[in-house]
C-alpha cells in the first residue's frame, strides 16, 4: 500500500488549540514530504448534536484555567504571540467562510495564520468586514470580492456540508487530523499524524 | 530560585492515560535528575463533585472509540503491551490504597507499573485480594500484612485526604502532574514537565 502523503487537518478558527497547529503545520509538513489539505468545519453544530454547550475543555473552571496556563507554555514553546482572548469563544463565520470558499487556494495557509495571529497573538475581533479586508489585502487579494463570493449560497452550504461530513467521520473536537482513515485530536498529536502520514 | 527538581505524579489506577505514564516516568525523570512524588487520589469522587457521571473521555460514543485507538497507538510507540479493558472504567480501590500505603516506599514505583501492566497490558481485575497477593508475592513483600495496614481506617482516611488535596489544587483529570504550583495534564504533558522542572 503506498503511505498517505497527505494529512486533512480539520479546523475551526474558534478552536484554541487549532492557534498552534495553524501556525506550524504548513512549515512541519514541508519538513516531512507531506501536503495539506485544508478542511474547515464548525465545531459549534457539532458540540451541540453531542449535546455540549460548548467545549468540554471550558465547562468547567479549573480545566479552563487550566487550558488557558497550558496555551501560554505552548505559545512560548514555539515562539508565537500569545493573549488569553477576552471573549471566548469568539464568533469567527466570516472568516470560516473565507477559509471554505479558499481552501484549495495557494494562500489558504497564510490566511489561516494571518486570522489566528488576530484571534489568539492579538485578541482581535476577526469576525467582522474591517477584520478581514485588513487580512486579504495584506495579502494583496481583491477582499470586496472574497467577502461577498464567502457569503454566496452556494459556499455557506459548503461549509454546512463540511461540517455534516466531520460529524459523519466521528470528528468531535478540533484541530482533528486525518491519515486516510485514523484519526489524530489536538495540536499535541500533529508530529505524530506526520509520521503517521510518513511511515 | 532554586529549581524544582521533584515532579509530583497524582495518579488514579483507574485511568487509562495514567498507564503510559507510570510506566515511563521513574526512568524518564532519572535521566532529567529529577524526584518522583507518588500521589495516589481518587478521580472518582472528583468528577462527582465536578458533576460529571464519568471521565469526560468516555462521555460521548465517537471520542471513547478515538481514545482507545489513541491509547493503542501510544502503546505501540512507547512499547508497552495494550489490550483495551472489557470493563471500563473498573474498580481499582485496594490497589489505589495500597499505593496510598506505600507512597513513601522504595517499592511503590514497581508496584504501580505491575499494577498497570496487569490492568492495561493484560485486562485483568486488579481490585482483589488474589491479585494484590500475586503482585506483593511478585516484590517478595509481606502480602496480608500490608493488604491489612492498607484497608486500616488511618490508611483510608490518607487516601480520602489526598484526593481532597486534589480537589483544593485544581485537579480535574489524571495523570496530573505538578512541577511546584505549575499543572502538567496528560501523559503526553510529561516531557514537558520534566523539562519544566529542570529550566
Chains 1, 2 share one sequence.
Not at 448534536?49 to 501560554?72: N, Q, T
Not at 474591517?130 to 463570493?149: K, N, Q, T, V
Not at 455534516?164 to 482533528?176: L, Y
Amino acid at each position: 500500500m503506498k503511505p498517505h502523503r497527505t494529512i486533512e487537518l480539520w479546523f475551526d478558527f474558534s478552536s484554541n488549540y487549532c492557534y498552534p497547529t495553524i501556525m506550524r503545520v504548513e512549515s512541519l509538513a514541508a519538513a516531512h514530504g507531506v501536503a495539506v489539505q485544508w478542511r474547515p468545519f464548525l465545531l459549534g453544530p457539532i458540540f451541540k448534536a453531542i449535546g455540549w454547550s460548548s467545549s468540554p475543555l471550558f465547562l468547567h473552571e479549573a480545566k479552563s484555567r487550566y487550558v488557558w496556563r497550558d496555551m501560554c507554555r505552548r505559545a512560548e514553546r514555539f515562539g508565537l504571540p500569545f493573549v488569553q482572548p477576552s471573549v471566548f469563544p469568539r464568533r469567527t463565520l466570516l472568516p470560516m467562510r473565507i477559509a471554505t470558499l479558499a481552501s484549495e487556494s495557494s494562500w489558504i495557509g497564510e490566511f489561516c495564520r494571518l486570522s489566528m495571529l488576530a484571534h489568539f497573538g492579538a485578541n482581535r475581533d476577526i469576525d467582522t468586514y474591517e477584520a478581514m479586508r485588513g487580512i486579504l489585502d495584506h495579502l494583496a487579494l481583491p477582499s470586496a470580492g472574497l467577502m461577498a463570493d464567502a457569503e454566496s449560497e452556494t459556499n455557506k452550504a459548503l461549509l454546512r456540508r463540511r461540517t455534516e461530513q466531520a460529524m459523519v467521520r466521528g470528528v468531535f473536537g478540533a484541530p482533528m487530523i486525518f491519515v486516510g482513515q485514523e484519526m489524530f485530536w489536538g495540536d499535541d498529536r500533529l508530529e505524530d499524524a506526520l509520521e503517521w502520514a510518513t511511515r
